[in-house]
């Protein structure tokens, strides 16, 4: 699917730095969509779209929770059971993707725990029964900002792959 960007939206967005970029283009495609990913809309993006709008879902969620976060909200199969760490891996990000291989084995090993439907008070006992997630949560919050940079990085040189720029 082709989204529509300005070029004028892109140089503001380009100007406010690497996060904002990444925002402007997650935030056009996920509307293109009608605002939700699923399997019917996904069909509708390319590669490099889905693993775009896959990064944002799990910065969004482990900045927020950390990765037990992402799993309990049940975005574990499209982020660790899909080729999305081979995909950033391909963008640059090498160390993010091994990052995300981490996250898979711990995701293989408690996911069936970590998506079982609890109250509030359980779900927050769950960050003391698996401390595991802890040093993963806390890699991915010092790289992020290196990563939400490679990101950028890539949209720059593949911008035909996310979106269609419109001249002002």
Partial sequence: MKVNINEKDIIEAAQKGNEAFVDLFADRILAGIGGE???????????DQITLLAYQMLK????????IQLIYN???????????AKA??????????????????????????LTRECTDEEFMALYEQYEQFDDLDDEF???????????????DEHIGNFGEVMKA
């Avoid at 049940?74 to 999305?84: D, K, T």
């Fill in 37 to 47: 990913l699923n399997a019917d809309t996904m069909q509708q993006l390319s590669p």
């Fill in 60 to 67: 969004r969620e482990v900045m927020e929770g950390g990765f």
């Fill in 74 to 84: 049940g975005y574990g199969p499209f982020i660790f059971l899909n080729p999305f």
């Fill in 88 to 113: 950033m891996r391909l963008w640059g990000a090498r160390e993010f993707s091994k990052l995300v291989y981490d996250g898979r084995r711990l995701y293989e090993e408690y996911g069936e725990q």
């Fill in 141 to 155: 919050i010092e790289m992020e900002p290196e990563v939400t940079e490679l990101v950028a990085h890539y949209i």
